[in-house]
């Protein structure tokens, strides 16, 4: 594990595997290094690329520091680029997707950018389940119930009761309420649900969008109104594949776009 240091003194950990050009791993929501899909891929790309996973703030071994600002963040991701040189493909996922958006607008360092199924679902939903949800997690994260907030987290996104309750009961939750404080900062990320057309008018990299055909319609759709309002994106479609997107049917696409 090494770590850089953020703008405002925050320590973010990362691990470096392979050779080749730069390319940093941005995770979703209650994902990090140690509990997530990015070690598996880093694995199948790092034959052509110097792969960069790592922790976002307030998970893993990176540390935080309050109060939350998406801008910190974007320069955390920003530190991480500049330690791989200066410039770096990113790929990022869901709620990532979102931030590594920001990112890219934020200024040079970003060279081609892919992201998986960014979560913008007021572009295909009535806005009224979103703010419901972001009350109701602020409430049970400032009550201090994070086992909650994770339950609400799981069920916002689909996961049936009867399984949440099931993985509640598993030794592997107190983990994913150590990070619950970070699901507030992926929501401020999305910033409301829709595409931030604002931002994405102003990113003239190459980019590529994804979605899984397996995936919900309303997932599906809102990466096509991601793409649609990127200047240079093209959009593609993993067949059979969901928003737990699997490592290798992801890797051949990832690669072929970068350029390996």
Request: a negative charge; hydrophobic letters at 45%; proline letters at 6%.
């Amino acid at each position: 594990m090494s770590a850089v240091t953020s703008a405002d003194g925050t320590t973010i950990a990362y691990e470096r595997t392979g050779s080749g050009p730069a390319l940093v791993l941005v995770d979703g929501a209650m994902c990090y290094r140690g509990a997530g899909p990015m070690r598996p891929l880093a694995a199948l790309l790092q034959s052509a690329f110097t792969v960069y996973a790592y922790d976002r703030r307030g998970r893993g071994e990176s540390s935080d520091t309050t109060p939350y600002a998406v801008a910190r963040e974007v320069e955390d991701l920003r530190a991480l680029i500049a330690q791989a040189g200066g410039e770096a493909h990113v790929y990022a996922i869901s709620s990532g997707a979102a931030l590594a958006l920001a990112t890219a607008a934020a200024g040079p360092g970003i060279t081609k950018l892919a992201l998986y199924e960014p979560p913008f679902m007021a572009e295909v939903e009535d806005d009224t389940r979103i703010k419901e949800y972001t009350r109701r997690l602020h409430e049970l994260l400032d009550a201090g119930h994070r086992g909650d907030a994770v339950a609400l987290f799981m069920t916002y996104v689909g996961v049936p009761a009867q399984a949440v309750a099931g993985i509640r009961a598993q030794p592997g939750w107190a983990m994913l309420e150590a990070i619950a404080p970070t699901l507030a900062y992926d929501d401020e990320v999305l910033a409301g649900g829709g595409v931030p057309r604002d931002l994405t008018a102003t990113i003239s990299v190459p980019a590529l969008v994804l979605a899984g055909g397996a995936s919900p319609q309303s997932l599906q759709r809102a990466a096509r109104a991601t793409a649609d309002a990127l200047p240079t994106a093209e959009h593609r479609t993993l067949d059979g594949q969901t928003h737990d997107v699997a490592p290798h049917a992801l890797a051949p696409a990832l690669a072929e776009f970068f350029g390996a």
